[in-house]
């Protein structure tokens, strides 16, 4: 079939509601602009039905063709009144229907979705829909911390299909994991939020972010609560959770070096994502009212690149999201991580190199026992005490991965 543009499928960016994500994919998206032009790009994401797409457009630095994808089983088959004939059909649909014939690309943006954290069958499903369009067109996985598997569908998946597309992780620990555990060779990038966003070197906009919280650069640090509580993330009791990074709060104001410095709290994520401004309000309220007068919130949607300039500007940032951590190493200042899962072990530790900044948080009983305030401590005056020597490093590091993440978008 011949294109008159390039017709090209990004999928697992459906909104700006989590920054981290919504990162990936401006990233992609402007990668893509800046390679082929934006007049020969017709650019499909499958975007939730509320999704703004002139939102996402006002993130990027040239207007292009973006086009909501919806894969929604066809009314003819929907139409069909016999029931069991139409639920034979529909599977039929469900199992042979691939996306790859309608384009000439098809990007599956990074992330841990391929994993067992969020659902047990999902990576099991979605790798074998990407196997189908395969067949069709050219499947690209950017930047994925893959597994682990304990499912035996997801294992047999990852060993069999995998192999058969252009897979690309973001960190060594991802690519040692398939390789000794299925024997799948992946090649090797970084996290894509370690780019520079479409609009990172605006200036304007990094002055009139700071200027309307009134916040100065390295006057303040920033938090991030994370609207994972839940299950095996962090701690099951809310209101342990909470109380638990007040007292985080509290502790680090009383350190000499923050005494002087405000406390950003930032939500980053949104619905349909959990929602963290209403964690925010809610830490706020628990705060004393000496500590909240030096407070900041900010629990509406800013966006992407107002997000990153927020965390980069600030002195530190303390972090139960990984991708916060990733915006304030990638404008070279330390993050404390609260870890839920290897994959920052791989993004964090191997890629930035920054195992030391790193808190196991995971374990319930950290929460309850309120370990896990004292772990946090330690981490922060490891951090204060060789903050330069850190800073020098990040920048580092930093480099080279986006040279990794460069090369991968080159090759696509």
Known sequence: MKFKKLKILILHFSSLNNYGTGMMGLITIQSLIDRFGAENLEIHCDFNEETSIE?????????????????????????????????????????FYAEGKKFNRILVLGGDDLSEYYSTYDAAIDIY???????????????????PFSHPLNRFAARWFLPLMHVYSRDKHCTDYMSKEFGVKLKQMADLALLDLPLQFNLEIESEILAKYQLKKDDYFCVVVSGLQKDNFFCNDLDVYLL???????????EPTLKD??????????????????????????????????????????????????LGNGLFTLTARMHPAVSTFQMGKPAICLSYSPKYKGVIGDSIGRYDLVVEANESSLWVEG????????????????????????????????KLVVNALNEI
């Open 261 to 310: 410095k405000k406390i950003c709290l930032l939500a980053h994520t949104f619905p349909p994502y959990a929602d963290e401004s209403v964690l925010v309000q809610k830490l706020l309220l628990l705060l004393d009212n000496d500590i909240r007068d030096r407070v900041i919130v900010v629990k509406e949607r800013i966006l992407q690149t107002r997000a990153r300039f927020i």
């Open 129 to 147: 829909n990407k196997l189908k369009s395969s067949f069709r067109t050219r499947v690209i996985l950017l930047g994925q911390s893959i597994g």
């Open 371 to 402: 370990d896990i305030v004292t772990l946090i401590m330690e981490k922060y005056n490891y951090m204060i005490t060789n903050y330069a020597t850190l800073c020098d490093e990040i920048r580092k590091n930093v480099t080279t991965q986006k």
């Open 244 to 254: 638990r990074f007040k007292e985080m709060v509290e502790a680090l104001r009383k």
């Open 55 to 95: 939102e996402i457009k006002s993130e990027l630095r040239t207007d292009v063709e973006l086009i909501r994808y919806t894969n929604e089983i066809p009314a003819k088959l929907r139409a069909i009144k016999f029931k069991p004939y139409r639920r034979f059909l529909t599977l039929l649909y469900m199992l």
